[in-house]
């Protein structure tokens, strides 16, 4: 494989014997990744994706693993990030499921047909620009703040690319939901599924992972809270079962 550069390592993502590079100043993966890309997984064999904002490339290459014949597209603005997830994606030996695209997502009319997308999904920026404290480091800020694409900028590429019926998946902050719902319905893509996720059971919810569908009609499920830790700290058992773990005896 390519040899590793200044700061980076490989790191075992205990699935599946899958692996990815990450730079340890740069923004690591978290939980949501891994949670958006679970909620992701029934989506049809054989499905062309898109990975907007893939970073690491972290979702693309757990997606590849979840389901069968996928062809996956993951977009990112970042050359060094970008260059750093197809040698993830290389470690693997998925180049022929996994392409990394070095784009900003303003441009993919440059490289996809309309209407030709299964499927999109992201984990996007989280908060809106000149909002809350932000990291000196570009690639920290790109990743966490809308500088170089608004949750509009996903949702209108979205709706554009996606076929009839296609679906986009989105993990953000729960406190975000009216501003996606509102901007989804804007551009035809109707909220199906939401899912609340909550750090501990009678705590509030953090996060929202929603699923649309392009010119669907109106019908909303909300599927039972996502809780991640039980009281004593440790991961829930539905959690430790997206991780692909079994609890200890202890447990």
């Given at each position: 494989m390519d040899v590793l550069k200044e700061g980076e390592r490989i790191d075992d993502l205990e699935y599946?014997?899958?692996?990815?590079?990450?730079?340890?100043?740069g923004f690591c993966f978290g939980i949501d990744s891994v949670l958006i890309s679970d909620f992701a997984k029934d989506m049809r064999k054989g499905s062309t994706v898109?990975?907007?904002?893939?970073?690491?490339?972290?979702?693309?290459?757990?997606?590849?693993k979840k389901q069968d014949n996928l062809k996956i597209y993951g977009i990112e603005i970042q050359e060094d990030v970008a260059e750093m997830a197809s040698r993830s994606v290389r470690l693997n030996n998925l180049q022929?499921?996994?392409?990394?695209?070095?784009?900003?997502?303003?441009?993919?009319?440059?490289?996809?047909?309309?209407?030709?997308?299964d499927v999109i999904v992201t984990n996007p920026p989280y908060k809106k620009n000149n909002t809350g404290l932000k990291n000196d480091d570009y690639r920290n800020l790109v990743s966490r703040h809308e500088i170089e694409c608004t949750l509009e900028d996903i949702i209108s590429i979205s709706k554009k690319l996606l076929k009839d019926k296609g679906e986009i998946y989105m993990?953000?902050?729960a406190e975000r939901l009216v501003d996606i719902v509102?901007?989804?319905?804007?551009?035809?893509?109707?909220?199906?599924?939401?899912?609340?996720?909550?750090?501990?059971?009678?705590?509030?919810?953090?996060?929202?992972?929603i699923k649309a569908v392009k010119n669907a009609g109106e019908f909303l499920k909300i599927e039972k809270p996502l809780i991640v830790y039980r009281d004593d700290?440790?991961?829930?058992?539905?959690?430790?079962?997206i991780y692909n773990k079994k609890r200890n005896k202890e447990g």
């Open positions: 599946k014997g899958l692996k990815i590079i990450q730079n340890k100043d898109l990975d907007l904002g893939t970073g690491t490339g972290i979702i693309s290459i757990l997606l590849s022929d499921s996994i392409s990394i695209i070095n784009d900003n997502l303003k441009n993919l009319s440059n490289h996809f047909e309309p209407n030709s997308i993990i953000n902050r509102s901007c989804m319905r804007n551009y035809k893509l109707e909220p199906k599924v939401i899912r609340f996720v909550h750090s501990k059971q009678n705590e509030k919810p953090n996060l929202v992972l700290g440790e991961y829930t058992d539905e959690i430790l079962e």
